[in-house]
């Protein structure tokens, strides 16, 4: 909305100005924000790698600046949130001087890189609006590429399930197979948790419950209420991306958090922090 009502603002000005015969300072300053800001998620894409230049204008294998060390590392800072404060400056600088390096330069690839989309929505679940996250991921069909559905978060199908792991939870008698597992009876009977009776390793399946209640008409899309992108892609570090609908040129598609990574145990930490499941 914000992009638009700028739009819509550099219009008028061209046309108030439009017998003088020149653009408004004010509408040079609009266009050149416009240029500045990372609109879209392919534009991160290319200006992170090194084949866009800060209008706009791409760069092709065949240009001397594609790719370029010193360019990306001029462009990068510009790729950062600056106004929130959340992301370490020291950390940025080294993450900068890892993915430009002249020997062994980092690029994201949009089809084979480890990165995942956070989507947070709206659903009406029963008649009640109700929040929820939908985690997805591309993956190859055919011929081309598609977004699928890989995991979601929603606050409705956790309460369902408050497994007791204490000493005194209730439990099936190791004994139980002597009586014809006659035990569930007494085990299930007016039991809203029937979870405990299972293995340590269970772990409710979300996305099935979320795929059955929408599929039994239970659940209706309303609304997508902001969008987040999550990267593994670079070795040792993890960062997001969140879209900053706001003026000036520090806008759009931005990185908002940048976590260095000591190891795979760290890295797994992090993802069931995103996936909510710590």
């Known amino acids: 909305m914000r992009i638009a009502f700028i739009i819509t603002l550099a219009i008028i000005s061209f046309h108030t100005s439009v017998g003088q ?21 392919n534009q ?12 706009g204008n791409r760069y092709y294998p065949s240009d001397k600046n ?10 990068m800072p510009v790729l950062f949130d600056t106004q929130t404060g959340q992301v370490d400056a020291a950390l940025a600088k080294s993450f900068i001087s ?17 990165w995942l989309a956070e989507v ?31 995991d979601v978060a929603f606050e409705q199908f956790q309460k369902l399930f ?5 000493d005194t939870k209730k439990f099936l008698h190791p004994m139980s197979h002597e009586l014809d597992f006659m035990t569930l009876r007494k085990g299930l009977e007016g039991n809203k948790h029937a979870e405990q009776f299972t293995g340590r390793k269970f772990e ?14 239970n659940m209706k899309f309303k609304t997508v209420k902001d969008v987040n992108f999550h990267f593994f892609s670079v070795k040792g570090y993890y960062f997001s991306i969140s879209n900053f609908n706001r003026s000036g040129y520090n806008s759009g598609w931005l990185i908002s958090s940048l976590v260095a990574l000591s190891s795979e145990d760290e890295k797994q930490q992090m993802k069931n922090y995103i996936y909510g499941k710590n």
Do not use: C
């Open 44 to 55: 991160f894409f290319r200006r992170f790698n090194g084949e866009e230049d800060e209008k």
């Open 120 to 150: 947070n929505t709206v659903f009406l679940f029963k008649g009640r609006e109700i929040p929820g996250t939908l985690y997805m991921r591309l993956q190859q069909q055919g011929q081309g590429y598609e977004w699928v559905i890989e």
């Open 98 to 114: 890892k993915i430009t390096s002249k020997t062994d330069p980092v690029y994201l690839d949009f089809h084979k890189d480890d």
């Open 66 to 75: 594609y790719h370029d060390p010193a360019l990306r590392k001029k462009y």
């Open 204 to 217: 409710p399946d979300y996305l099935t419950i979320f795929l059955y209640e929408f599929n039994q008409g």
């Open 21 to 41: 015969g020149r653009l408004t300072d004010d509408m040079k300053e609009t266009e050149e924000q416009l240029s500045a800001s990372t609109k879209q998620i």
């Open 162 to 166: 408050d497994k007791d792991t204490s």
